[in-house]
């Protein structure tokens, strides 16, 4: 088993930028392939982006597409959301989720471990 904890949440204003990390603790952090989801108020929870285990290959969203970029540091354990031109539709809890698929999934369903999430806010 994998723990993750999100972290760089907060308020801002539309067209600013947000990092978000996650730090995982356990088990090899390498062998895991990673994503981020979302998941505003009444809506089903949506992926965002996702990472293999090396961070050779990298999926996004489209709604993600040309804004946000996923990224991993494996010697530090950690995975990033790097979050520009933000829009007050990104607000959402963000949710950090780790995968044992050798190829990095779209599905929710496929990921095993989650974190807590971290709260988004995009004011117009």
């Known amino acids: 088993q994998v723990q993750l904890v999100e972290s760089g949440g907060g308020l801002v204003q539309a067209g600013g930028s947000l990092r978000l990390s996650c730090a995982a603790s356990?088990?090899?952090?390498?062998?895991?392939?990673m994503g981020w989801f979302r998941q505003a108020p009444g809506k089903e929870r949506e992926f965002v982006t996702t990472?293999?285990?090396?961070?050779?290959?990298?999926y996004y969203a489209d709604s993600a597409k040309g804004r946000f970029t996923i990224s991993r540091d494996n010697a530090k354990n950690t995975v990033s959301l790097q979050m520009n031109s933000l829009k007050p539709e990104d607000t959402a809890v963000y949710y950090c989720?780790?995968?044992?698929?050798?190829?990095?999934?779209?599905?929710?369903?496929?990921?095993?471990?989650w974190g807590q999430g971290t709260q988004v806010t995009v004011s117009s």
């Open positions: 356990g088990r090899a952090f390498s062998g895991y392939t």
């Open positions: 989720a780790a995968s044992y698929n050798d190829s990095p999934p779209r599905s929710r369903y496929e990921y095993r471990n």
């Open positions: 990472i293999s285990r090396t961070g050779g290959i990298t």
